[in-house]
């Protein structure tokens, strides 16, 4: 049995493969346009045509496909083997034996694996890093793949004091095992569901549909992937920078959440050579 199998069966960690999986069903042209403007917005470029691109922890893949339709030559592996294969599947539906977008499993925990893989223009890794089990590591790991002009994309949970406490349990709920599942999914999918039926009428938007503004993301494989999302940190916006910062990197670009939500980094690094 692998590590992920593991950690699964004993309930330490979200199966985020299987949601990406269900997450293809709905990929159409017009979310992965907004994928590829998420990037060209937050890296500050028209396009990415001599970029090397390196996605860790690729998820579904999209971002992957993204960066590749921009003109990088991507590299995207993951942990989750669910998540290799999504990916995989969206190299074969539009970049079929294409020599410059090469995927693989790995952890961003695994400081070996990391140094094969060598630097990069742009290390992309969005929503991973506090999903390992060990977020502060997997922050120091991918320093290494940066290269010495390099961007850093990252993006990690607001830390919300109490209420990140809170959701922390419902996740360990829903990945204890199918009675924690379905007790989680039973309180706060109709929760959720309220909430954006009233967010609805009061913006006069239908904001189920309005969701894939959000990166091309789906609102429903979003909440299951909140619900879900174990191991899970976070982390404060002052945090993050100072981390960075005394590593060397310059803030190039930032969205930050007030909410639970994700804080968004750009980090640009400035060494000589
Ligand atoms: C919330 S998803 C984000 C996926 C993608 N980056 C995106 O923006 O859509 C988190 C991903 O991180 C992966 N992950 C978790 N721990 C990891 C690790 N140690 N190394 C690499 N990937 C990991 C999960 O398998 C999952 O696919």
């Known amino acids: ?27 159409n042209e017009e979310r992965i346009k907004i994928a590829e403007n998420s990037l060209k917005e937050m890296l500050r470029k028209d396009n990415l045509e ?56 790995g952890s961003v925990l695994d400081a070996d694996y ?7 223009d742009i290390v992309y890794s969005w929503g991973v890093l506090h999903h390992t089990g060990d977020m502060w590591s997997a922050l120091n790991n991918v320093v290494n793949l940066v290269g010495k002009q390099g961007y850093l994309f990252i993006a990690i949970y607001n830390d919300q004091g109490f209420k990140s406490k809170f959701w922390t349990r419902v996740k360990k709920t829903y990945c204890s095992g199918m009675a924690g599942k ?45 619900l879900g999302g174990y191991p899970f ?3 404060k916006v002052e945090d993050i920078f100072n981390f960075y910062f005394e590593r060397g990197f310059n803030l190039f670009n930032i969205k930050t959440s007030c909410g639970l939500g994700n804080n968004q980094f750009v980090f640009k690094r400035s060494m000589p050579g």
């Open 1 to 27: 049995m692998s590590s992920f199998e593991k950690e699964v069966k004993k309930g330490e960690r979200f199966q985020f493969g299987k949601n990406w999986h269900r997450f293809l069903s709905v990929l």
């Open 50 to 105: 001599d970029y090397s691109f390196v996605d860790a922890g690729c998820g579904s893949g999209l971002f992957s496909l993204a960066a590749r339709r921009l003109g990088a030559k991507v590299y995207s592996f993951d942990y989750d083997p669910q998540s290799v294969a999504c990916t995989k599947e969206l190299k074969r539906r539009y970049f079929s034996n294409d020599s410059n977008w090469e995927i693989s499993q």
């Open 114 to 120: 990391l140094k094969t893989l060598g630097q990069f």
């Open 182 to 226: 379905i007790l989680t999914l039973s309180i706060f999918i109709p929760y959720f569901f309220i909430g954006a039926l009233a967010a609805s009428m009061i913006k006069r938007e239908n904001v189920f549909r309005a969701y894939k503004k959000n990166r091309g993301m789906s609102i429903y494989h979003d909440w299951i992937d909140w």
């Open 233 to 235: 940190e976070v982390a």
